[in-house]
T-cell receptor
Framework: AQSVSQHNHHVILSEAASLELGCNYS??????LFWYVQYPGQHLQLLLK??????LVKGIKGFEAEFIKSKFSFNLRKPSVQWSDTAEYFCAVSAPGGYNKLIFGAGTRLAVHP | DGGITQSPKYLFRKEGQNVTLSCEQN?????MYWYRQDPGQGLRLIYY???????QKGDIAEGYSVSREKKESFPLTVTSAQKNPTAFYLC???????????FGPGTRLTVL
């Protein structure tokens, strides 16, 4: 069965620090990869996604993620975080032919201090 | 204004009672999903539906039931058979053939 592992459950950073959140998945075939974000009191929303092509994907609000097939990883990065990035971040994976089902990681709660 | 609505935002029920959570979308999406979110466990799929009058069990369907009589609506019933129903419930939808899902604001259910 597919699974998604997010290495950090809680991350605390100061503003302007760089961010990298780890995500690994277990599935040997072609996958689609997603990062979703849940800001306090708001809907879960799509941050970025990878389906094919350039493994470096750029999303909203300055976030990017790199797909490394050999490592089964899809880490999320941002060069300089802001207080407004405080949120919970979820990595998700789906496999073509899987009826568009998403498998989510446990989430990483990010707190950015001014 | 297109989107997904869930009601109510907060719901309290007594043990032994069934309760139904509403999910409506006006995005003209064929597929709809129900997830349960618990702290430290991410989102787990309860049920999903690809088309009207058809739905499939997800990973944690026991104690839940759904219906899909209309394209816009996918209500979830939490039955008394669900052993640990207190959680945050999220509804989502997507276009047929795509994996990108759009989420509603959620319903927080508390069993007293």
């Amino acid at each position: 069965a597919q699974s998604v592992s997010q290495h950090n459950h809680h991350v605390i950073l100061s503003e302007a620090a760089s961010l990298e959140l780890g995500c690994n998945y277990s599935y040997g075939g072609t996958v689609n990869l997603f990062w979703y974000v849940q800001y306090p009191g708001q809907h879960l929303q799509l941050l970025l996604k990878y389906f094919s092509g350039d493994p470096l994907v750029k999303g909203i609000k300055g976030f990017e993620a790199e797909f490394i097939k050999s490592k089964f990883s899809f880490n999320l990065r941002k060069p300089s975080v802001q207080w407004s990035d405080t949120a919970e971040y979820f990595c998700a994976v789906s496999a073509p032919g899987g009826y568009n089902k998403l498998i989510f990681g446990a989430g990483t709660r990010l707190a950015v201090h001014p | 204004d297109g989107g997904i609505t869930q009601s109510p935002k907060y719901l309290f029920r007594k043990e032994g009672q069934n309760v139904t959570l509403s999910c409506e979308q006006n995005l003209n999406h064929d597929a709809m999903y129900w997830y349960r979110q618990d702290p430290g466990q991410g989102l787990r799929l309860i049920y999903y539906s690809q088309i009207v009058n058809d739905f499939q069990k997800g990973d944690i369907a026991e104690g839940y039931s759904v219906s899909r009589e209309k394209k816009e609506s996918f209500p979830l019933t939490v039955t008394s058979a669900q052993k640990n129903p207190t959680a945050f419930y999220l509804c989502a939808s997507s276009m047929t053939g795509t994996d990108t899902q759009y989420f509603g604001p959620g319903t927080r259910l508390t069993v007293l």
